[in-house]
């Protein structure tokens, strides 16, 4: 892609702050077609004779449905005040309390641009110190579960000890992205519009589990609860607790291994789904989209797992979890949202199952601005996404948590 001349501009100024003069660039694309749908990767190197800088930029698309159809500058301003705000009140308030091994598992911003229609985010290069994705088309093992949760636990726990110690800071930090960049939109307040994504969404699960009654049922359990959910259970001050990472597919998480597939460092990245919400919600994305079988079998031991590290990171600021979000609360939380954490698997699981070919571009959606259209496709491994399906809805039936 040719850089914009805002771009550009980007570009010398992050060139100038780090001292690298008389720059050379080279761009690449950033990612695979079907690794990422909210922005547009570009993997950018500055380099001279003394120095090389290794970035992302991350750009808004152009299309005016897909813009229309999607809060796309809304979520780059979401982005970009995580990183300018959030992250850095976080780390201070950490500082302050004398956090051992303190959550900072983002990649570093080195500019942005938030003007309408130019909306960019330069990051550090992950890739290019070490970190790779996971292959997006195996569910994840123990090992990866385990780091993820833990992190999240960490992060989780900042917001819980800021709310319950300084809660006139809590809510000055996150009145900006208290709800959801999605509750603005026509669509949420449009019952029959609403129906139709909703539609557009559950027909992949529907025809994924064709012939079986149970998960027919299943299914349908979740689809009565989805209107439910986004019009009063997610604005509800009872799950306004901490701030959430909100995207929790496999693409968006970066591991570092040192001498063994066991990750030694992660990061995580894209932020522009963040609100404050229950624990319960990157809990259930992150769970239902994510895991293997064998960990959905034992996900008790997960949660057990996710809740011990809360514990022990709240310990660390002088609180008692049982009196902020007790083990209790948090199983009540889980079930209120199990439905959400379905629902955003039959769509996530597709992507996963597709060939880089196969998946929807949104930069070219139609005038009518209903994106969801482009998820009505068939795919070559309509089998293994049927697979990942049933796992979960059987997990779900299973454990009677709908």
């Known amino acids: 892609m040719d850089l914009t001349e805002k771009q550009q501009n980007l570009i010398r100024k992050i060139a100038n702050e780090n001292d690298i003069e008389n720059f050379q660039l080279t761009k690449t694309p950033g990612s695979l077609r079907g690794d990422n749908f909210l922005g547009i990767l ?3 190197t500055l380099y001279n004779k003394q120095k090389t800088l290794n970035l992302i930029l991350k750009t808004a698309h152009q299309n005016e449905a897909f813009r229309k159809a999607a809060p796309v500058h809304e979520m780059f301003d979401r982005e970009i005040y995580m990183y300018n705000k959030v992250f850095p009140e976080f780390e201070k308030y950490q500082k302050n309390h004398n956090i051992a091994d303190a959550f900072d598992s983002t990649p570093k911003l080195y500019g942005y641009c938030l003007e309408d229609k130019n909306e960019s985010l330069v990051m550090e290069n992950l890739k290019k110190s070490g970190y790779k994705l996971w292959d997006k088309r195996i569910p994840m093992n123990h090992d990866h579960v385990e780091a993820v949760l833990v992190q999240y636990a960490n992060f989780h726990a900042v917001s819980l000890a800021m709310r319950q110690l300084d809660g006139e800071l809590f809510a000055r930090v996150t009145r900006p992205i208290k709800k959801n960049v999605f509750d603005n939109m026509e669509m949420i307040g449009n019952k029959d519009k609403f129906q139709g994504y909703v539609n557009a969404v559950m027909s992949n699960g529907y025809k994924a589990v064709e012939g079986d009654r149970d998960l027919v049922e299943c299914l349908k359990k979740v689809e009565s609860q989805i209107y439910d959910l986004f019009q009063n259970r997610f604005d509800n001050d009872e ?8 995207d929790c597919w496999c693409n968006n998480f970066l591991f570092k291994y040192e001498v063994s597939d066991v990750p030694s460092s992660l ?13 319960a919600y990157d809990i259930v994305y992150f769970l239902l989209t994510n895991s293997s079988e064998a960990v959905l079998k034992n996900y008790k031991k997960y949660l057990q797992l996710y809740y011990e590290a809360l514990s022990s990171r709240l310990r660390e600021f002088g609180c008692d979890v049982n009196q902020i979000f007790s083990y209790d609360d948090m199983e009540k939380h889980l079930h209120t949202f199990m439905a959400f954490g379905v629902y955003t698997s039959i769509m996530i699981l597709k992507l996963v199952n ?4 196969e998946a929807p571009d949104f930069s070219n959606v139609e005038n009518d601005g209903n994106f969801m259209d482009k998820m009505e496709y068939e795919m070559k491994n309509s089998a293994g996404y049927a697979d990942r399906l049933k796992t979960i809805l059987k997990f779900v039936n299973e454990n009677d948590l709908i």
């Open 42 to 44: 570009t993997a950018i």
């Open 354 to 357: 597709s060939e880089p070919e």
């Open 239 to 246: 799950f306004k607790l901490v701030v959430s990472h909100g």
């Open 267 to 279: 990061r995580i990245i894209d932020w522009q789904l963040s609100s404050v919400t229950t624990p």
